[in-house]
């Protein structure tokens, strides 16, 4: 089976650097991949891991440890506008399973 | 293109009755996949498809079905509304099965009474 766990709120204040952790069990692996989710809504894709290590896109980065099961997404120099919610999920044979999401709080 | 689009984007209905929620892209993306939301619940998979049809379950199937007739389009039955199944539903598409990027639209909010 597969099940992921992540924080389920995480307040940070503006211009500061947030990590969002995701531990997962999975009995078979092929990636795990972060979505960005303003309230009303529908997810939006942010990067994806296949391989260990970090994977940066301008101020969001991912990282993957497959030995640990363990990954996190980390904003930098954070804005307003990256209140939202985040969820990890991963993906095995044809599913893809999301996580319950971490609540990111955002102090000016 | 218009991407992911979903009707309708509200419905209520009273237990019992049955409806169809529709999901299109134009994209031909071959993999699709229909999720609800429930607060604090995060996004459970009901059904997708891997291509015209071809549907499986996802992890939360029971009281919905799929088809999957065109590449295009991939509606969401409920059998015999319930208000167990009130909740936000989320249809998404990806180039293929093995692509890891999914296109959601944005939602029909569907509430049971």
């Known amino acids: 089976g597969q099940s992921l766990e992540q924080p389920s709120e995480v307040t940070a204040v503006e211009g500061a650097i947030v990590q969002i952790n995701c531990t997962y069990q999975t009995s078979g692996f092929y990636g795990l991949s972060w979505y960005q989710q303003h309230d009303g809504g529908a997810p939006t894709f942010l990067s994806y891991n296949a391989l260990d290590g970090l994977e940066e896109t301008g101020r969001f980065s991912s990282f993957l440890s497959r030995s640990d099961s363990y990954g996190y997404l980390l904003l930098q120099e954070l804005q307003m506008k990256d209140s939202a919610s985040y969820f990890c999920a991963v993906k095995r044979d044809d599913k893809i399973i999301f996580g319950k999401g971490t609540r990111l709080h955002i102090l000016p | 293109n218009a991407g992911v689009t979903q009707t309708p984007k509200f419905q209520v209905l009273k237990t019992g009755q049955s409806m169809t929620l529709q999901c299109a892209q134009d994209m031909n993306h071959e993999y699709m996949s229909w999720y609800r939301q429930d607060p604090g619940m995060g996004l459970r998979l009901i059904h997708y498809s891997v291509g015209a049809g071809i549907t499986d379950q996802g992890e939360v199937p029971n009281g919905y079905n799929v088809s999957r007739s065109t590449t295009e389009d991939f509606p969401l039955r409920l059998l015999s509304a319930a208000p167990s199944q009130t909740s936000v539903y989320f249809c998404?598409?990806?180039?293929?099965?093995?692509?890891?990027?999914?296109?959601f639209g944005p939602g029909t909010r569907l509430t049971v009474t």
């Open positions: 998404a598409s990806s180039y293929s099965p093995t692509a890891y990027e999914q296109y």
